[in-house]
């Protein structure tokens, strides 16, 4: 077997506790930077393979954005987790407070469902620099793409002076019983009745591969300092939000200590869901499958400019024991792209020479001599010996040529060729339509 049988793609869920405090007025600003080590670069071992989004005032982030990697069997893949607390704009992270590191690997990540590990702080030893926990997950193939429209009205006020400044917080629960942010919007500034941009994401992300999988939606109001207030919450499933795409939906946003004390509570404002898109993500093989066809087409240019192909410096050398670059070329490409061609046949030109049989100067000209049917075999084409006689025949080249009269010709075809292969697509998804 071999070792891409071996492969997965992981995703690495970060949150910490208990980080240093770099700031003097406020609390950090934390990121984490995921290095992965390479063992064949003694130089620069470490390389850097993703890292969060930053999280402001706070000494216990819990990070929405996960860390993508491919896990490999046969190999120890060592890792660094390098928290920071981040202190202006810049990619680099080298002018930026360092809060602590942890060293681990991914296969032991992945052997746990979810893993804590003390972060350590260079320079002094003993010193506690918090936790970090890393929950790792097997990423689950999916199609879909969700694209949600949240907006809420009449939410709780939380702020003395000004309205409540809302964003919604999406959290699922996993294997270890331990909750993990997915997605945060962006904050509504001073209003009670806020309507957030659209949320685009894998529907997996939110789901973890199963759609009945309970995802919470917590409410916040932001606050600078990093307290942000709790304003309500409800729970949901990535089936329930598909749901929007035919009619909207909502739901009370419940505050569980309010409803707690007062019996008369009813909610602490409604969030609605007016709408859902979901977009099928096809893959390469869905396309090849119902019936797409890669049409390769060839140009030769057979100009002076090239040189004569009896000389070992032109492009056209007709070379008795190794094909020449065109030839090259044209196996590289074509022994791929013929694998996608139904019938194998593709249409070949050449310009820029004088041809038989009165030499007269061609700038498109079918290399199988027949203008009314210039397809051509693949073995034709990548053969050296089709290349070479071609050659022979072409007595005499021009200097200049113009590709315009290919390029039209070629488009022609190409344009056949495609109305085939759409309808063939179409009808296999079921989106059958006018052509034109």
Known sequence: ?????????????????????????????????????????????????????????????????PIHL????????????????????????????FLGSAETSLGQLVSNCSTTLPLKYKGKKGKDAGSITIVAEEVAKSNELLTLYFYARSLDKKDFLSKSDPYLEFSRTVADGSSLVMHRTEVIKNNLNPTWRPITLPSQKLSGGNDDNKI????????????????GEFVTTVRELKEASQKAVSWDCINPKKQAKKKSYKNSGVV???????????????????????????GIDFTGS???????????????????????????????CQQYDSDKLFPAFGFGAK?????TVSHEFPLNGTPSNPYCPGSEILGRHESSSLCRHCRRRQCLSSVAADVHSVGSHQRCAHRQSRRSICERFGEIGPFQ
Request: aromatic share 12%; net charge negative; glycine share 4%.
């Open 1 to 65: 077997m071999s070792s891409a049988a071996y492969v997965s793609r992981v995703q690495l869920f970060l949150s910490c506790k208990g980080l240093l405090n770099k700031d003097v007025t406020s609390k950090s600003d934390p990121l984490v930077a995921v290095l992965l080590h390479d063992r064949r670069d003694s130089h620069r071992p470490w390389k850097e393979v993703g890292r969060t989004e930053v999280l402001q005032n706070t000494l216990d982030p819990k990070f929405a954005t």
């Open 70 to 97: 491919d896990y490999r069997f046969e190999e120890v893949q060592k890792l660094d987790f390098r928290v920071f607390d981040l202190d202006n704009a810049t990619a680099s992270l080298d002018d930026d407070d």
């Open 216 to 231: 919470k939606v917590s409410c916040f109001d932001y606050d600078n300092d990093g307290s942000h207030d709790f304003i």
């Open 272 to 298: 609605y869901l007016s709408r859902t898109e979901v977009e099928r993500l096809y893959t390469f093989l869905d396309f090849v499958t119902a019936g797409c066809q890669i049409n390769f087409t060839v």
């Open 306 to 336: 090239n040189g004569h192909p009896n000389q070992p410096t032109s492009l056209h050398y007709i070379n008795p024991y190794e094909p020449n670059e065109y030839t090259k070329a044209l196996m590289a490409v074509g022994e791929i």
């Open 355 to 359: 041809v038989p049989p009165d030499s």
